[in-house]
C-alpha cells in the first residue's frame, strides 16, 4: 500500500460548524478557500523507501536535497524551507527570502523550522539522510520523500528517476523530459569527442591539498569514466568515496596522466583561510610541470559549483565541457554527430582545455587540419579534403608505465576543426560567494 498523508484542516471545520450554528449552512459552500489550498490530485511514485503517494505541484514545499534545488528554481517552485547553511549563494531565491525558513544544515539541523512550515511535501534525503526519521516522526501531516541518487545505483539513471519523479510530482513532465535529453545528448557528445585510449586521471583539491577520485566510485567524477569510456591514469579502487584518497604529485607525475579533470571542493564557497585554487595547486606545482597533462594544457578544471549542486544539469555541464575539451584535438571532425545542435569546433590556436571552464565555440564548421601540420598550405589542404580523425574507439589502450615518455599524437590520428568564425562563447560562471560550510 502506497504511503500517504492527508492534511487535517481544521480552520476549514471550525468555519463551517460555525455557520451552521449561525443558521447559514447554504453559504457556506460559498465561502472563500483557506489560504493553503489542497493540491488537486495525488501521483503514486516510488522513492527510496517504496510507494507513496505525493500530492500533485503541492502548496508548500520543503526541499533539503542539494540535488532539487537548480530543478526547482527552474520551475519557480517556491519553498517554504530549506538548508541555507549549504547552499551557497548558488539559489539566491531561496537563501535571501527571509519567508524561506532555514532548515540549518545535517550537521546542525534545525529540524523545529520544518514543522514551523508547516509542510505539504518534504523532500528530503542526501545530505539530510539521517535526519529521515525524525523529520517523519515530526510532520506527520506532511508526506516525507527521498529521492536522491542511491548508493550502489547507476548514478546517472539515478539522475535521470529523480528529475522525472520531480515532473511527476510538479506536472512539469515535459520539461523534465528536456533534462534527460540534454543530459543523454551531453554524455554522446563526450563519448563521442574522446579519442578512447588517452589516459585520464580525476582530482579533488580542498584544504590545499590534493586529493585522488578512484574511476567508477570517486565522489562526483568517477561516473564519467563508464559513461565516457574513459581510460584511467591511476587505476586503484577508493578508500574514501566521499572526499578521496591521499596522493601525492610524485605519484600522479609517476602515472604522467594525458589529462586530468580536477574538482575545486572549496571553490563554491566563500575563500576560506589559506584556500589555494585547483589551477594553483597543479599548474604552481614543479613536480607536475613535467606531466603530458600540464605541459599539453589538457586540465579541465570543473565548474567550481559543482560541488554544491551535483544535480543533472550541472552533469551536463560538465558533459558538454569534456567534449569541447577532448573535441577539436581527437573527434571526428566536421561529420555528423549524435546530437548535430552540439557541433563545436575550436579557432585554430585555440587551447580549449586550460584554465578556461567553459572553452569558447563556433559555429560553421568548415574542415579539419592536421594537428601539427608543417605549413599553411597543408591546412588548407586537408580542410577542402574534408579529412576525418582517424581513430579506433574500440582500440585497446595503449601499454604505459609509471615512466613512460609523453605520448606521441601524429597529425593522422588527430585533427582540429577551422570553422570559419567564431559565433559565440559560453559565459563563464563565476564561483559564487556565500556562507563557507562543511558540507560533505
Known amino acids: 500500500m502506497p504511503r500517504s498523508r492527508t492534511r487535517l484542516v481544521a480552520a476549514g471545520a471550525f468555519a463551517a460548524l460555525t455557520l451552521a450554528l449561525a443558521g447559514c449552512a447554504g453559504a457556506a459552500s460559498e465561502a472563500d478557500p ?62 535571501d527570502d527571509e519567508t524561506v525558513l532555514d532548515a540549518g544544515s545535517h550537521f546542525e539541523p534545525q529540524l523545529e523550522s520544518i514543522i514551523a512550515a508547516q509542510p505539504d511535501l ?26 536522491a541518487p542511491r548508493e ?8 535521470i528517476r529523480q528529475v522525472e519523479i520531480l515532473g511527476q510530482i510538479f506536472d512539469r513532465e515535459a520539461e523534465a523530459a528536456e533534462l534527460v535529453a540534454d543530459f543523454e545528448g551531453a554524455i554522446a557528445d563526450a563519448a ?53 584518497d591521499d596522493i601525492s604529485v610524485e ?56 560541488y554544491l549542486t551535483e544535480d543533472i544539469q550541472s552533469y551536463t555541464a560538465l558533459y558538454e565541457q569534456l567534449a569541447e575539451a577532448f573535441g577539436p584535438d581527437r573527434r571526428p571532425c566536421c561529420t555528423r554527430r549524435r ?9 585554430s590556436g585555440v587551447r580549449t582545455s586550460a584554465r578556461t571552464l567553459f572553452p569558447p565555440r563556433s559555429s560553421s564548421p568548415a574542415g579539419c587540419s592536421p594537428l ?10 586537408a580542410a577542402s579534403a574534408e579529412p576525418r580523425c582517424s581513430r579506433s574507439r574500440g582500440s585497446p589502450a595503449r601499454s604505459r608505465s609509471s615512466s613512460r615518455a609523453a605520448p606521441s599524437r601524429s597529425a593522422a590520428s588527430s585533427c582540429r576543426c577551422s570553422p570559419r568564425t567564431a559565433s559565440s562563447t559560453r559565459r563563464r560562471r563565476e564561483p559564487r560567494s556565500g556562507p563557507r560550510s562543511d558540507s560533505s
Request: charged letters at 20%; aromatic letters at 6%; proline letters at 7%.
Open 152 to 159: 550502489g545505483e547507476d548514478q546517472s539513471a539515478e539522475l
Open 192 to 244: 563521442d569527442a574522446y579519442d578512447g585510449e588517452s589516459s585520464v586521471t580525476t582530482l579533488l583539491t580542498s584544504g590545499g591539498e590534493i586529493s585522488y577520485l578512484a574511476p567508477v566510485t570517486g565522489r562526483s567524477l568517477g561516473v564519467l569514466y563508464p559513461n565516457v569510456g574513459l581510460v584511467p591514469g591511476i587505476d586503484q579502487a577508493a578508500d574514501d568515496t566521499s572526499h578521496g
Open 372 to 381: 601539427r601540420s608543417s605549413s599553411a598550405s597543408t591546412t588548407s589542404s
Open 34 to 95: 483557506i489560504e493553503d489550498t489542497p493540491a488537486a490530485g495525488t501521483v503514486t511514485i516510488e522513492d527510496n523507501h517504496g510507494e507513496v503517494e505525493v500530492p500533485i505541484d503541492p502548496a508548500r514545499v520543503v526541499a533539503l536535497d542539494n540535488h532539487v534545488f537548480e530543478t526547482l528554481a527552474a520551475w519557480d517552485i517556491p519553498l517554504v524551507a530549506a538548508p541555507k547553511p549549504i547552499m551557497g549563494s548558488t539559489w539566491p531565491q531561496y537563501t
Open 339 to 347: 546530437t548535430p545542435r552540439r557541433r563545436r569546433c575550436a579557432p
Open 122 to 147: 518534504i523532500i528530503g534525503g542526501y545530505r539530510f539522510a539521517e535526519s529521515y526519521d525524525a523529520i517523519v516522526e515530526q510532520n506527520p501531516d506532511a508526506v516525507v520523500i527521498e529521492i
Open 251 to 306: 605519484a600522479i607525475a609517476a602515472a604522467n596522466p594525458d589529462w586530468l579533470i580536477v574538482m575545486d571542493r572549496d571553490g563554491a564557497l566563500a575563500a576560506p583561510e589559506g584556500y589555494v585554487a585547483a589551477a594553483e595547486l597543479i599548474e604552481g606545482s614543479a613536480a607536475l610541470a613535467n606531466v603530458t597533462a600540464v605541459a599539453e594544457g589538457q586540465v579541465v578544471y570543473v565548474d567550481p559549483n559543482f
